[in-house]
Protein backbone atom coordinates (compact mmCIF):
# COMPACT_ATOMS: atom_id res chain seq x y z
CA UNK A 1 0.00 0.00 0.00
CA UNK A 2 1.41 3.39 -1.36
CA UNK A 3 3.01 5.66 1.88
CA UNK A 4 3.06 9.68 1.12
CA UNK A 5 4.01 12.75 2.93
CA UNK A 6 4.34 16.38 2.00
CA UNK A 7 6.97 19.01 3.20
CA UNK A 8 6.44 22.41 2.07
CA UNK A 9 5.46 21.37 -1.90
CA UNK A 10 7.36 18.48 -2.17
CA UNK A 11 5.23 15.10 -2.15
CA UNK A 12 7.24 12.00 -1.06
CA UNK A 13 5.49 8.46 -2.14
CA UNK A 14 6.37 4.93 -1.36
CA UNK A 15 4.84 2.24 -3.64
CA UNK A 16 4.77 -1.34 -3.29
CA UNK A 17 4.94 -4.63 -4.61
CA UNK A 18 2.54 -4.77 -7.90
CA UNK A 19 0.84 -1.58 -7.23
CA UNK A 20 0.35 0.50 -10.40
CA UNK A 21 2.50 3.51 -11.14
CA UNK A 22 0.36 5.24 -12.86
CA UNK A 23 -3.00 4.92 -10.77
CA UNK A 24 -0.59 5.74 -7.55
CA UNK A 25 0.22 8.85 -9.41
CA UNK A 26 -3.23 10.07 -9.88
CA UNK A 27 -4.09 9.11 -5.91
CA UNK A 28 -1.12 11.61 -5.21
CA UNK A 29 -2.70 14.24 -7.62
CA UNK A 30 -5.96 13.99 -5.83
CA UNK A 31 -4.19 13.68 -2.50
CA UNK A 32 -2.41 17.05 -2.22
CA UNK A 33 -4.65 18.93 -4.99
CA UNK A 34 -1.63 19.23 -7.39
CA UNK A 35 -2.66 21.04 -10.19
CA UNK A 36 0.90 21.53 -11.65
CA UNK A 37 3.56 19.51 -10.92
CA UNK A 38 7.40 18.11 -11.73
CA UNK A 39 8.30 14.21 -11.10
CA UNK A 40 12.03 15.09 -9.86
CA UNK A 41 12.71 11.61 -9.65
CA UNK A 42 12.32 7.81 -9.16
CA UNK A 43 14.24 4.93 -8.66
CA UNK A 44 13.13 1.49 -7.21
CA UNK A 45 11.96 -1.76 -10.00
CA UNK A 46 9.35 -2.06 -12.10
CA UNK A 47 7.66 -4.46 -14.10
CA UNK A 48 5.38 -5.28 -16.69
CA UNK A 49 5.67 -1.96 -18.15
CA UNK A 50 5.72 -0.23 -22.00
CA UNK A 51 8.33 1.95 -23.19
CA UNK A 52 7.38 4.22 -26.65
CA UNK A 53 9.88 5.88 -28.80
CA UNK A 54 8.11 9.00 -30.82
CA UNK A 55 8.35 9.59 -34.25
CA UNK A 56 6.45 10.99 -37.29
CA UNK A 57 3.92 8.06 -37.42
CA UNK A 58 3.83 7.87 -33.80
CA UNK A 59 4.64 5.75 -30.65
CA UNK A 60 6.86 3.05 -31.23
CA UNK A 61 6.27 0.80 -28.34
CA UNK A 62 8.19 -2.09 -26.52
CA UNK A 63 6.52 -4.66 -23.63
CA UNK A 64 9.05 -5.37 -20.87
CA UNK A 65 7.45 -8.01 -19.01
CA UNK A 66 10.18 -8.92 -16.57
CA UNK A 67 11.53 -7.16 -13.67
CA UNK A 68 13.77 -4.34 -14.40
CA UNK A 69 15.77 -2.03 -12.12
CA UNK A 70 14.06 1.43 -12.34
CA UNK A 71 17.53 3.87 -12.58
CA UNK A 72 15.51 7.22 -13.21
CA UNK A 73 12.19 8.84 -13.56
CA UNK A 74 10.77 12.40 -14.05
CA UNK A 75 8.20 14.35 -16.29
CA UNK A 76 5.43 16.78 -15.61
CA UNK A 77 1.74 16.74 -14.04
CA UNK A 78 -0.58 18.57 -15.96
CA UNK A 79 -4.27 18.46 -16.95
CA UNK A 80 -5.30 18.46 -20.20
CA UNK A 81 -7.40 21.86 -21.77
CA UNK A 82 -9.48 21.25 -24.53
CA UNK A 83 -12.78 21.26 -25.53
CA UNK A 84 -13.94 18.27 -23.41
CA UNK A 85 -15.14 19.89 -20.29
CA UNK A 86 -13.83 17.09 -18.13
CA UNK A 87 -10.50 17.97 -16.98
CA UNK A 88 -8.02 14.74 -17.73
CA UNK A 89 -4.74 14.62 -16.06
CA UNK A 90 -1.90 13.63 -18.54
CA UNK A 91 1.02 12.56 -16.50
CA UNK A 92 3.95 12.48 -18.61
CA UNK A 93 6.93 10.28 -17.68
CA UNK A 94 9.64 9.55 -19.03
CA UNK A 95 12.42 6.53 -17.61
CA UNK A 96 15.69 4.75 -18.01
CA UNK A 97 15.87 1.11 -16.62
CA UNK A 98 18.37 -1.52 -16.47
CA UNK A 99 18.02 -5.92 -16.71
CA UNK A 100 19.86 -8.10 -15.21
CA UNK A 101 22.76 -7.92 -17.66
CA UNK A 102 22.81 -4.01 -16.98
CA UNK A 103 21.81 -3.25 -20.38
CA UNK A 104 19.94 -0.12 -20.31
CA UNK A 105 16.55 1.11 -22.14
CA UNK A 106 14.46 4.72 -22.12
CA UNK A 107 11.46 6.18 -23.30
CA UNK A 108 8.16 7.74 -22.51
CA UNK A 109 6.78 5.30 -19.97
CA UNK A 110 3.22 4.28 -20.64
CA UNK A 111 2.16 1.86 -17.62
CA UNK A 112 4.07 -0.17 -15.20
CA UNK A 113 3.77 -2.01 -12.00
CA UNK A 114 5.88 -1.66 -8.78
CA UNK A 115 8.38 -4.76 -8.56
CA UNK A 116 9.19 -4.44 -4.83
CA UNK A 117 9.53 -0.89 -4.07
CA UNK A 118 9.19 2.51 -6.07
CA UNK A 119 10.39 5.97 -4.46
CA UNK A 120 8.96 8.51 -6.14
CA UNK A 121 8.82 12.74 -5.63
CA UNK A 122 7.09 15.00 -6.95
CA UNK A 123 7.51 18.90 -6.80
CA UNK A 124 4.24 20.66 -6.86
CA UNK A 125 3.80 23.83 -8.45
CA UNK A 126 2.48 26.60 -6.69
CA UNK A 127 2.48 29.54 -9.21
CA UNK A 128 3.08 28.74 -12.56
CA UNK A 129 0.10 26.34 -14.09
CA UNK A 130 1.05 23.74 -16.56
CA UNK A 131 -1.81 22.46 -19.44
CA UNK A 132 -1.62 20.34 -22.06
CA UNK A 133 -2.67 21.29 -25.41
CA UNK A 134 -3.35 18.84 -28.44
CA UNK A 135 -1.61 19.75 -31.32
CA UNK A 136 -3.21 19.04 -34.35
CA UNK A 137 -0.29 18.69 -36.24
CA UNK A 138 1.70 16.28 -34.22
CA UNK A 139 -1.51 14.36 -32.51
CA UNK A 140 0.67 15.42 -29.07
CA UNK A 141 -0.75 16.92 -25.91
CA UNK A 142 2.09 19.41 -25.43
CA UNK A 143 2.72 21.34 -22.32
CA UNK A 144 1.63 24.83 -22.06
CA UNK A 145 2.78 26.85 -19.60
CA UNK A 146 0.87 29.96 -17.70
CA UNK A 147 3.02 32.62 -15.40
CA UNK A 148 0.78 34.19 -12.62
Not at 69 to 95: Q, T, W, Y
Not at 104 to 122: D, Y
Amino acid sequence: MMQHGIEDDLVVLKLTNNENVFTCLEHAVDMYDIRSGIIISGIGMIKDFELGYFDPEGYKTKDFPEPHELLSMNGSIAFVKDEDPKERLIPHVHCSVADREHHCWGGHLHGASVNIINEITILRLTKLNLTRIKNKTTGLYELDIVEP
